[in-house]
């Protein structure tokens, strides 16, 4: 079955080799030479990989690579990242101290989950939140809890899978999650909950992880962390770049010394994933790490075809563009599909200040704000029309990447 995207040709750059490289493949494999350092910094940035590759490389190694300034500048998202890790991480402390005075089980995922496994070295991968899995039973109790101890409940509204995103007090978003909404036992079961995952086992203690807490075990981190990459956010890439995953997945390599994934992994994806997206993202993984992601991207392959994805989502607009057009037959649900799309279009043409916000920016004055409610629905449609015309004109082939 072929994958669920269309991408357009991406053309390969001495820079975009380098980067990747520098990102995924092995570190004593020789760079290209004459990379402008301006350029790869640019696209390092852009594919959200700089920290990571400033972790990766010795200051002394990327200015040899790319020169004084460029180094500099990567080294700067180093530490910045590693400034940031450290707030997200005594957010996650002060999570677990409040769950375990209140007896509430916690299930790390994502970023907090691999910084605890001890995988993710400090400030090496951007985060913007932290997700935690709570049982339905708890879920309701833990999030007032958390505002009663400081956290500012957002005004976005509730998802099917979380609770509305909470601040904490230094400003880290908080989502309490109380279903791993797309992971099932079965095709038509429901999504796994923590009270799910930890009674079979899926959910372990570990030495890393706070008191009263737990951490998915390695078939479930990885099927989850692909699930929330490719189905949840792979026709969104510049809200959660893709690169984020094969950097996860890279980490995790490396740390049990390039083991296979176990057939959990596919257990847990088969409900929306077929065998050939699964199959497509392990394997891209592979190439990636084996610093061969230049000849894949020209190749006819399932990985080659993904990463043309994963670059074309950030480096084509009009790709971006068509990806949102497909991203509202894509959703993930437990839901009815009409249910499902019935929420989809209320938040979509009535959405909450907090929403409007996120898509427009802060208003002005009330004014303004009941002019963009006004507007919301005639912006939609212009929209949808933008989305609609760039998916005309790349299966024309009227547009790809320009180096």
């Not at 790390?108 to 935690?132: C, I, Y």
Request: proline share 6%; glycine share 8%.
């Amino acid at each position: 079955m072929p994958l669920r995207f269309a991408p357009p040709t991406v053309a390969p750059s001495p820079e975009l080799a380098w980067v990747l490289l520098r990102a995924y493949g092995p570190s004593a494999q020789p760079s290209t030479a004459g990379i402008d350092g301006d350029v790869a910094v640019e696209l390092a940035r852009k594919l959200d990989l700089a920290a990571r590759i400033a972790r990766r490389r010795s200051a002394g190694q990327l200015q040899d690579e790319l020169g004084k300034s460029a180094a500099r500048h990567l080294v700067a998202d180093l530490l910045a990242s590693i400034g940031h890790d450290r707030v997200l991480m005594s957010a996650a402390r002060e999570l677990a101290t409040t769950a375990a005075s209140a007896d509430v089980p916690l299930v790390w995922l994502k970023f907090a989950a691999l910084r605890f496994l001890g995988v993710l070295p400090e400030g090496g991968r951007n985060a913007t939140d932290l997700d935690v899995l709570v049982s339905t039973r708890d879920a309701l109790r833990f999030h007032a809890l958390l505002v009663a101890r400081g956290f500012v409940s957002s005004d976005l509204p509730a998802s099917e899978h979380h609770l509305p995103p909470l601040h904490s007090p230094r400003g880290v978003p908080v989502e309490v999650h109380h279903r791993l909404l797309g992971l099932r036992p079965t095709s038509r079961g429901a999504s796994l909950t923590a009270e799910d995952i930890i009674a079979s086992g899926a959910a372990v203690r570990h030495r890393g992880a706070p008191e009263n807490s737990y951490l998915p075990d390695r078939d479930l981190l990885l099927a989850h962390l692909i699930l929330h990459a490719y189905v949840h956010h792979g026709a969104a890439p510049s809200s959660y770049p893709m690169t984020r995953l094969f950097a996860d997945l890279a980490d995790l390599r490396a740390a049990e010394g390039g083991g296979a994934p176990g057939g959990g992994v596919r257990q847990w994806l088969g409900a929306e994933m077929a065998a050939d997206e699964i199959s497509a993202v392990l394997e891209l993984a592979e190439v990636l790490c084996r610093g061969e992601a230049p000849a894949a991207l020209s190749a006819a392959s399932r990985a080659g075809l993904l990463l043309r994805h994963v670059l074309g989502g950030i480096f084509v607009p009009a790709y971006e563009d068509s990806l949102k057009l497909a991203f509202l037959f894509q959703s993930v649900t437990d839901e009815s599909r009409l249910a499902s799309a019935a929420h989809l279009l209320r938040g979509a043409f009535f959405p909450t200040r907090a929403q409007l916000e996120l898509i427009y920016g802060p208003a002005s004055s009330p004014h303004a704000l009941r002019m963009r409610r006004a507007m919301r629905p005639f912006d939609l449609l212009w929209r949808l029309g933008r989305y609609a015309w760039s998916h005309v004109r790349l299966r024309a082939g009227l547009t790809r990447r320009s180096d």
